[in-house]
Each structure stands twice: as structure tokens, then as C-alpha cells.
């Protein structure tokens, strides 16, 4: 009898990282008593969701269950995501890589669509696709599609729909302009800080001057 090849994790797997050796005693101890329940999934001759499951099978020696996903790589990085994000203690690093990896692999995805995935807020999705695009690692999208198929403009802060903000002239300036813009401006408030609270003590001193002077002249 030959022994069956032992399965490799798929890389779209390793979009969560391996439980706990505690967590995973627990999940060995389980199989063994009341074995394996749900099926390990494979996907291109590799393990796509299970691989803790792959490995209590092994530890205590029960015949691992298999069922085949079908569907392109976009579906199983969702089926991934899917079946692992409310199995998870994820921290907020955690989630944001698995938002990076949704916005790399499809920007053409809609804020909240991503969001849904990942199970995060839609306002996290677009701090984070801003971050991205600023920097490059993924293109402006005019148009995202949400989850019924179909493609509506982007929104932004102060441009509205249509994706980018306007500068002077009707001209579209960066995300990373704008944040020069907000930079320079904090700085010129720093800097004039100073000077506006002493002209401010200037103009206040003055006003109570005036103030005196003028019921001086009432009273007499």
C-alpha cells in the first residue's frame, strides 16, 4: 500500500498565519475524539483551506477528508478570506495586510466590497487604498465596482464624484499634493503662532486702553 504524497499549503492559504500551539493541542485533541468534520479544501493539488486541520490528521492519525474548490484565483483568495476571518483574533496590522492583498490583487473593487470581505469598516478600505495609490503600488480608479456587478464613480472628501480633487483652473492635483498642501499650511500655523497670539495681546491691550481713555472722557 503506498502512502499517499503529503499536500503542501497553497500560498493563497497563507494569507492567515498558523494558530497557536495551544489553539492547535485543542483542534488535535477535538479530531481525535470526535474526528474530522470538515472537509480539508484543495485547490490546484494544494491545501487552500485546512492546512491545521492537514496537520492534526496527521498528529494523531486519522484520514484526513477532501473536498476540491472550483473557481479561478481571485474566488479562492476570497473563499480564503471568507472562511478564516471569523475564526481568527486578527489585530489591526493583521487585517490591514488582507486589505492590501484585496486592493492589489482588484482595485477595480469597490470600497465597500472589500470592506465586506475583510469585515472591517469601508472608511479603513479607503484610508488604506489612498495609502496605496499615493505610493504608487496600485492605480487611481475613476469607476469601482461593488458587489451587484456594476461600476459606479469613486467619491472623494472635496472633489465630489469623479476621483480626483481640483485644484485652481479645474486642474486635478494628488493625494500626495494635497497632503504637501495640509503639511505646508500646519507649518505656516506653527510659525505664525507667536507672533498672531502676541498681536493678539497687542490688539487686546490696546482695546483696553481705548476702553479707559473713553470712559475717562465720559466722566468728565
Excluded at 109 to 132: E, I, Y
Excluded at 136 to 151: L, M, N, R, S
Excluded at 159 to 175: E, H, L, M, Q
Excluded at 177 to 206: C, I, Y
Amino acid at each position: 500500500m503506498t502512502t499517499p504524497a503529503k499536500l503542501e499549503p497553497h500560498d493563497l492559504s497563507k494569507l492567515f498565519p498558523p494558530i497557536s500551539e495551544e489553539d492547535f493541542g485543542k483542534l488535535a485533541g477535538d479530531i481525535k475524539l470526535n474526528g474530522l468534520h470538515q472537509p480539508i479544501m484543495r485547490y490546484q493539488g494544494k491545501i487552500l483551506d485546512g492546512n491545521n486541520r492537514y496537520r492534526a490528521c496527521e498528529l494523531v492519525k486519522i484520514a484526513p477528508k477532501f473536498a476540491d474548490f472550483t473557481g479561478d484565483d481571485a474566488a479562492a483568495r476570497n473563499y480564503v478570506i471568507s472562511a478564516n476571518i471569523h475564526r481568527r483574533h486578527l489585530s489591526p496590522d493583521q487585517r490591514r495586510e488582507i486589505i492590501v492583498t484585496l486592493l492589489r490583487a482588484d482595485p477595480t473593487q469597490s470600497n465597500r466590497q472589500v470592506a465586506d470581505t475583510a469585515k472591517v469598516d469601508h472608511k479603513t478600505v479607503g484610508v488604506v487604498r489612498a495609502g496605496l495609490e499615493a505610493g504608487g503600488e496600485i492605480p487611481h480608479q475613476e469607476k469601482t465596482v461593488g458587489k451587484d456587478g456594476v461600476a459606479q464613480p469613486t467619491k472623494t472628501k472635496r472633489g465630489g464624484k469623479g476621483g480626483k480633487t481640483k485644484g485652481k483652473g479645474g486642474k486635478a492635483i494628488t493625494f500626495q499634493e494635497v497632503v504637501d498642501g495640509k503639511t505646508a499650511r500646519n507649518a505656516r500655523r506653527r510659525r505664525l503662532g507667536p507672533h498672531l497670539w502676541s498681536m493678539q495681546k497687542d490688539f487686546g491691550a490696546g482695546s483696553g486702553n481705548a476702553s479707559e481713555k473713553g470712559k475717562a472722557m465720559t466722566s468728565t
